[in-house]
């Protein structure tokens, strides 16, 4: 092991301040006045990648439930479970045909009230995944509508009459490759579907279609859920007048005109929708998580509601985007922390590259993604981990067309191989299938799963599932790291980025080198009233600090230590 490589993980200070209530309810504020979502992480769950109990190939909700004591060790306070409704799976559960059950191929609505026991148990919140945009073609609602222009549900959905013979009746793009319209020869109209052709848009504009999604979050509220993951919140609201969107130049991965999506994405009239969820929500003392995609922090922002009556938890999925460099995070992170609302950090997710490859540059792999985690996961605000990041789970692409699973990725290949990557089986053990099943899995496990998986790096104090649970644990029991407030340090170093988590006598400081150089970074706390504290490390990677004050840095090492004053 080399010295680079090596970690300090020191005890740290058991300070539970975080009280939450009873199981169902009112969550405890705790001494700062913070609900439980504030401090938590949350853990995103594939469910056909984590665990297969039934050995059919696909993971299921008892697959979960067996996992959850790793869960609890791990330090994750909730598990976001991606759709496990009943779906045709065309779009792998983001096309519901009911609300309100569960998929057989992931089990029962038994099977679900069982995990929603054991996690309680182990003061785990369950959230599901709300697709709120569209349902799925096979839903009873779109049958009903698609039936005849007079049926009850006609309304739900959004038809139109063609522009003229084979002309649809805009030119709306669909983002999975396709226009956005489909005829449909029964009733002789068009309807709209902004993603897959089976995934018509719900429309909202019809009080029955809030209505009934509103009944949906209650149906699950009163089963246990503590909230909703909320898919695709920026397309529920189209232009009633169907203008066309202005195409601007270039060209998009599917080799179509691009568009400015001024009258098919973030309509005003979201918020308005938004509000009426959140108010239900409130009725529950559930939390509402954003996938909100933004060009900037400023339109971030909106999705909180001008008085916090949105979304508590709007992601930011713009982290994922930036340059990898230290002045990049330090800009971000200060626009976040300004912002005024409560930010909520995500490095990967199901949609996008794993963030494990993202950053990977052949030689620090692994100390990169150990950075990550002491980054992100030390940050004032909450966090959204998905699983196998805290393995280094990288991404597994198909190697051919014909492998390909996600239909965006057979209409876009091989410009775009699609998201099967990022969605491949957990990696338990170094045995067959990594553990995830005895059977054929739906997805290929990478060769680098006989390295980094569960069992494997569970025994090596230096491996990235070590640093993930060490900063985890410290998350949940530093006062600092809970509610200290965010001080950027040293602002000019183009290398080493470096901060404080700053809460009364105590502070955490975090210095990250954001280089594949050798770097030093010299502090002085004084301005930060912390020039005579006791220093303390409390975990490092590839760094050493001489005195407290100048901390040595191997290319992407990372060193935290403890001030006290
Ligand atoms: C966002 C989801 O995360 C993605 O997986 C899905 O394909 C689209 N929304 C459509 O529901
Ligand atoms: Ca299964």
Same mark, same amino acid.
């Given at each position: 092991m080399s010295a680079r490589a090596k970690i300090l993980a020191i005890p740290v200070l058991m300070a539970v301040l975080l009280v939450p209530g009873a199981s169902g309810q009112q969550p405890e504020l705790d001494t700062e006045g913070h609900p439980w979502w504030q401090h938590a992480v949350f853990y995103e769950i594939y469910p056909r990648s984590f665990a297969d109990s039934n050995n059919d190939g696909i993971g299921d909700l008892n697959g979960i439930t067996s996992k959850l004591d790793y869960l609890k060790n791990l330090g994750a306070d909730a598990i976001?479970?991606?759709?496990?409704?009943?779906?045709?799976?065309?779009?792998?559960?983001?096309?519901?045909?009911?609300?309100?059950?569960?998929?057989?191929?992931?089990?029962? =609505?038994?099977?679900?009230?069982?995990?929603?026991?054991?996690?309680?148990?182990?003061?785990?919140?369950?959230?599901?995944?709300?697709?709120?945009?569209?349902?799925?073609?096979?839903?009873?609602?779109?049958?009903?509508?698609?039936?005849?222009?007079?049926?009850?549900?006609?309304?739900?959905?959004?038809?139109?009459?063609?522009?003229?013979?084979?002309?649809p009746p805009n030119n709306w793009l669909s983002t999975f490759?396709?226009?956005?319209?489909?005829?449909?020869?029964?009733?002789?109209?068009?309807?709209?579907?902004?993603?897959?052709?089976?995934?018509?848009?719900?429309?909202?504009?019809?009080?029955?279609?809030?209505?009934? =999604?509103?009944?949906?979050?209650?149906?699950?509220?009163?089963?246990?859920?503590?909230?909703?993951?909320?898919?695709?919140?920026?397309?529920?609201?189209?232009?009633?007048?169907?203008?066309?969107?202005?195409?601007?130049?270039?060209?998009?991965?599917?080799?179509?005109?691009?568009?400015?999506?001024?009258?098919?994405?973030?309509?005003?009239?979201?918020?308005?929708?938004?509000?009426?969820?959140?108010?239900?929500?409130?009725?529950?003392?559930?939390?509402?998580?954003?996938?909100?995609?933004?060009?900037?922090?400023?339109?971030?922002?909106?999705?909180?509601?001008?008085?916090?009556?949105?979304?508590?938890?709007?992601?930011?999925?713009?982290?994922?985007?930036?340059?990898?460099?230290?002045?990049?995070?330090r800009k971000h992170v200060?626009?976040?922390?300004?912002?005024?609302?409560?930010?909520?950090?995500?490095?990967?997710?199901?949609?996008?590259?794993?963030?494990y490859t993202r950053y990977a540059d052949g030689k620090h792999n692994d100390e990169i993604s150990k950075l990550m985690a002491a980054f992100y996961l030390t940050l004032r605000g909450t966090a959204i981990m998905y699983y196998g990041e805290e393995l280094g789970m990288e991404n597994n692409d198909p190697k051919s067309r014909d492998e390909v699973q996600d239909p965006v990725g057979k209409l876009s290949w091989p410009k775009d191989k699609g998201r099967d990557g990022e969605r491949t089986p957990m990696q338990w053990t170094?045995?067959?299938?990594?553990?995830?099943?005895?059977?054929?899995?739906?997805?290929?496990?990478?060769?680098?799963?006989?390295?980094?998986?569960?069992?494997?790096?569970?025994?090596?104090p230096n491996s990235i599932l070590s640093v993930y649970k060490t900063v985890l644990a410290m998350r949940h029991t530093e006062p600092a790291l809970i509610e200290g407030d965010y001080v950027s340090l040293n602002n000019n170093d183009p290398n080493v980025y470096s901060y404080l988590r700053r809460y009364k006598n105590e502070a955490f400081l975090v210095v990250l080198n954001v280089s594949n150089e050798k770097q030093t970074a010299e502090f002085d706390f004084a301005p930060q009233g912390f020039a005579a504290g006791k220093t303390k490390p409390a975990l490092a990677s590839g760094a050493s600090a001489a005195d407290g004050h100048t901390v040595t840095l191997e290319p992407f090492g990372f060193y935290i230590e403890k001030l006290t004053k």
């Open positions: 976001w479970i991606t759709p496990c409704f009943p779906s045709p799976q065309v779009d792998f559960g983001y096309d519901v045909s009911d609300y309100e059950a569960i998929d057989p191929m992931y089990g029962t =609505m038994a099977d679900f009230d069982k995990l929603s026991a054991e996690s309680k148990k182990r003061n785990i919140r369950v959230i599901l995944d709300f697709v709120v945009n569209h349902t799925s073609d096979q839903h009873k609602w779109f049958l009903d509508s698609k039936s005849s222009r007079s049926s009850e549900h006609r309304d739900w959905y959004i038809w139109r009459d063609g522009k003229g013979p084979g002309q490759g396709l226009p956005a319209w489909k005829y449909d020869p029964t009733t002789k109209q068009y309807y709209y579907h902004y993603f897959y052709p089976e995934q018509p848009d719900l429309n909202w504009r019809d009080p029955a279609v809030e209505k009934a =999604m509103f009944d949906t979050t209650r149906f699950w509220y009163r089963r246990g859920v503590s909230g909703f993951r909320l898919d695709a919140v920026d397309t529920l609201f189209e232009d009633p007048a169907l203008k066309d969107n202005p195409v601007i130049p270039g060209k998009d991965k599917f080799g179509r005109p691009n568009m400015d999506e001024k009258y098919n994405k973030k309509l005003p009239e979201v918020h308005t929708a938004l509000k009426g969820l959140r108010k239900v929500a409130d009725e529950y003392n559930a939390v509402l998580i954003g996938e909100t995609w933004t060009s900037d922090v400023s339109q971030l922002k909106e999705y909180y509601g001008n008085h916090n009556d949105e979304l508590q938890l709007p992601m930011d999925l713009l982290l994922n985007g930036l340059p990898f460099s230290a002045g990049t995070y200060a626009a976040m922390d300004s912002a005024g609302g409560w930010p909520v950090y995500v490095i990967t997710n199901h949609d996008i590259t794993r963030s170094d045995g067959k299938n990594a553990g995830f099943t005895e059977g054929k899995p739906w997805l290929p496990v990478p060769a680098s799963a006989k390295t980094h998986n569960v069992a494997t790096e569970e025994k090596d």
